[in-house]
């Protein structure tokens, strides 16, 4: 059976993303799946001078074995003054400290969501220019608007968002 791990760019223990990544994630199915949480996954603040003098810390090493061993990703981007929100960045950029093209070809389902009504469509275009030059292979998207009107109990209750991510899933399936 194939594995997948899914998670979330954002440390909120409420986070919508992870609860977005948890529902693509369980509509992939005979897959087995992995939830992350980048709050087990915690880092010092990337700095040069901090990897000169302590090299570069085990859990970026994890979290980026956990990449390498899965056959594929669901993540959500937090969308964090239109940009990656500070935790994602900061694992981001460790872990391309130890590979440049961290994210290994697996084929990845992108997404973003935020209470607002661009559902986090800038950081989305930001990951999507930038991750296929470090391994990115982003086989489905998916941005969901105003979550909180279009999610409720681990759900999109919009119809027809939801048949947009059902779509987004056939697609990341069928690279595994
Ligand atoms: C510092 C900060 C900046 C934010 N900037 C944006 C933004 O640029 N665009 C947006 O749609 N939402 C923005 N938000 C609202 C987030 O989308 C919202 O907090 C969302 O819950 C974050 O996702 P998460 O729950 O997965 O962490 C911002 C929130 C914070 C705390």
Redesign the pocket.
Known sequence: MKNIIAF?????S???????ATYASSLVSETEVKVLDLNDYELPLYGIDYELVHGIPDNAKTFLDLIKSSDGIVL????????Y?TVFKNLFDWMSRIDGKLWSDKPMLLMA???????????LDIAKGRFPYMGGNIVGSFSLPS?NDNFSDGKITNEALNNLLLEEVAQFKQSL
């Not at 959500?76 to 003054?81: C, G, I, M, R, V």
């Open positions: 979330a760019g954002s440390n909120s409420t986070s919508i993303n992870k609860q977005l959500s981007l937090a969308e964090h003054n239109g940009a929100a969501t935020s209470p607002g009504g661009r559902g986090g469509a800038t950081v979550f």
